[in-house]
């Protein structure tokens, strides 16, 4: 669709939506300026540029797919990260794991990563405006064998983990400080057991001192801020998860600092967007990682589905999506690992501005005088009204591809870049 055509369609869905008393132009304002942050890990599968094979078992983590063409180099992950980057609407973040420090040919373990490591993405992120995010990587790795990082009843093992994490912060400090954008460091630990253990307690309390020691250490919040994610359960600690979600928010709230939420870390019956409204009557901010779970697997590519969309709805009608930080977290092998990356955040910021575009007016005056007919009924009006032409008016705002145009940059690029890599 050229210009002209997405500009007449804008014209028509601004007025329907006029009618409602929802301002198109005030929702895609807002809209861009929510930043999104993406996944490195899904360029190559996880797999980071250590000096060293790591094992993908225990501790570990397996990204399923053989698609061709995954990065292999620190160049081939920013070139594709370009290109998705430029498919992409919006303000611009990238999530960085520690185990994509720019290493050398010289093998640097866990607890001896510096900032200086990771210059040459303060470099490559300054060049095109975009922000960075940090996580310590507390698995594939040989101390992690066991199951029990943070947690593990070893202490040298818990000490090394321990100067991971500290490391990892400071890193996250430098690189809020060098883009001038607070850098959200996430931590997420694998601990855990297969079967159900006798001593629940002593793993967390290890937990909670091992964390007590690490968030001593202060630092600005204009340079960075931490964060804590659980899990229900994953490969290897299907019985019990050290780091829970009821530990975390525990930990979180009586420390003053983020839980982070990932969509597929609870039970598939579980609401994500319910627990909004409940966490922040209590915590400043809240860090949410876009996932898709199915089944067991908590991964997939982030779609426009129904769980995703609720996400948006219940932030944008509690009237927090400044205090609220969007990123994305899966890693998909079995296709185009570009491809992957937009359509997970285009189909993120499109949940956000259906949830803007809702006639929240008219929604909370039915509500409020009972008349629930009315507030259902409206709901369902507004499934079938033209988001899709103030989407792609956004995109052209922001000078990236509008519709399905993009699949064929895509295209192109696999043809021409990916697919002749080893």
């Not at 040459?120 to 310590?136: E, Q, V």
Request: charged share 30%.
């Amino acid at each position: 669709m050229n210009a002209e055509k997405i500009k007449d369609a804008y014209t028509f869905a601004r007025q329907q939506y006029a009618d409602l008393s929802v301002d198109t132009d005030k929702a895609i304002q807002t809209l861009g300026n929510v930043s999104l942050s993406l996944p490195c890990w899904q360029g190559d599968d996880v797999g980071g540029f250590e000096m060293s094979d790591s094992p993908s078992g225990a501790g570990g983590i397996q990204a399923t797919g053989s698609y061709p063409g995954k990065a292999r180099t620190l160049e081939e992950l920013r070139m594709d990260l370009d290109k998705a980057f430029s498919l992409i609407p919006g303000q611009k973040r990238l999530n960085l794991h520690a185990m994509y420090g720019d290493f050398g040919e010289k093998p640097v373990d866990r607890n001896e990563i510096e900032p200086e490591h990771y210059q040459g993405w303060i470099d490559w992120a300054k060049k095109r405006d975009i922000k960075l995010d940090f996580n310590a990587t507390c698995f594939s790795h040989p101390r992690a064998e066991s199951g029990f990082t943070l947690s593990s009843k070893d202490k040298k093992i818990r000490e090394f983990w321990i100067e991971h994490v500290k490391r990892c912060r400071a890193i996250s400090a430098r690189l809020g400080q060098s883009l001038e954008s607070t850098c959200i460091h996430n931590l997420w630990i694998p601990d855990g057991t297969k079967d159900s253990p006798v001593d629940r307690w002593a793993h967390r309390a290890l937990l909670k001192e091992a964390l007590d020691e690490i968030y001593a250490e202060k630092y600005s919040s204009s340079e960075m801020k931490d964060a804590v994610e659980s899990k229900l359960f994953g490969i290897g600690s299907e019985s019990f998860v050290v780091g829970s979600h009821e530990f975390y928010m525990g930990y979180a709230l009586s420390k003053g600092i983020m839980l982070c939420l990932d969509l597929g870390h609870y039970h598939p019956t579980e609401s994500i967007g319910d627990k909004i409204s409940a966490i922040l009557q209590f915590s400043e901010e809240l860090l949410l990682h876009v996932s898709r779970g199915v089944r067991w697997d908590s991964d997939h590519v982030v779609s426009l589905n129904d769980e995703v969309r609720s996400l948006s709805e219940e932030i944008v009608r509690s009237n927090v999506l400044e205090r609220v930080h969007f990123a994305l977290d899966f890693f998909d092998a079995s296709m185009n690992r570009v491809g992957a990356w937009v359509i997970g955040a285009r189909a993120t910021l499109k949940s956000v501005l259906i949830a803007l575009l809702e006639s929240r007016e008219k929604l909370q005056e039915f509500e409020d005088s009972g008349n629930t007919f009315a507030r259902l009924a409206l709901l369902e009006e507004l499934k079938t009204m033209p988001f899709g032409a103030v989407w792609d008016y956004f995109c052209l705002k922001m000078d990236v591809p509008s519709g399905e145009s993009w699949i064929e940059e895509i295209e192109r690029y696999d043809a021409e870049v990916t697919r002749k890599r080893g």
